[in-house]
């Protein structure tokens, strides 16, 4: 699981992708990204994303993208293709 907090934008963007990627060890089979914290998403953070699944596709890791039902992080990423390459998971505390 790796947790992100605050604001992705092209400010921290790459950096954010090199240090989740150096994170993850070649034996994980799945990567849980979790955005419940992220509080602003721009294209380079929707492009990090789209970046990190085709790398660690390659690594053969699943990614798995955490983000509240209500969040407007979700709906960015819901206009993007994402959601067909990556299985986007509710938060744990969202109401069914």
Do not use: C
């Not at 989740?20 to 419940?36: K, M, Q, S, Y």
């Not at 390659?58 to 067909?84: G, Q």
Request: aromatic share 2%; no cysteine.
């Amino acid at each position: 699981m790796v947790r992100l907090r605050g604001e992705i934008d092209m400010s921290n963007a790459r950096e954010l992708a090199s240090e989740v990627e150096a994170a993850i060890p070649n034996g994980a089979l799945r990567i849980d990204i979790d955005l419940t914290e992220i509080t602003y998403l721009d294209s380079a953070g929707v492009q990090l994303l789209f970046v990190l699944a085709d790398r660690l596709g390659i690594r053969r890791h699943e990614l798995r993208v955490i983000v509240p039902k209500e969040s407007p992080v979700r709906a960015v990423l819901e206009l993007t293709s994402l959601p067909k390459l990556v299985p986007m998971l509710p938060a744990p505390d969202d109401e069914d």
